[in-house]
């Protein structure tokens, strides 16, 4: 069984920065794609950043200069930190593994963006 624990979430004023950590745990194949959603109220999940396990990237055009992705291979961690952020940044943010296999997400951490 595998599991995704997301930390580092908070109440942060625009401008500042965050870094968020997700922890996997488990089986885990050598092979998997990491990323970052994020879900704002009212509005659907969306792809923030991914990684593959090569150290290939990939930014949503919004948070592309902002927000950089960066996976720890032997701590099956990955990273997001998110700096000059935005309100509209505010969302809860999930975690998710993919593998050749299957997908898991974690339960979310809340990012809330406000002065």
């Known amino acids: 069984q595998v599991q995704l624990v997301e930390s580092g979430g908070g109440l942060v004023q625009p401008g500042g920065s965050l870094r968020l950590s997700c922890a996997a745990s488990?089986?885990?194949?050598?092979?998997?794609?990491m990323g970052w959603y994020r879900q704002a109220s009212g509005k659907e999940r969306e792809l923030v950043a991914d990684i593959i396990s090569s150290g290939s990237t990939n930014y949503a055009d919004s948070v592309k200069g902002r927000f950089t992705i960066s996976m720890d291979n032997a701590k099956n961690t990955v990273y997001l930190q998110m700096n000059s952020l935005k309100p509209e940044d505010t969302a809860v943010y999930y975690c998710?593994?993919?593998?050749?296999?299957?997908?898991?997400w974690g339960r979310g951490t809340q990012v809330t963006v406000a002065s």
């Open positions: 488990g089986r885990i194949l050598s092979s998997r794609r």
């Open positions: 998710k593994l993919t593998t050749p296999l299957n997908y898991y």
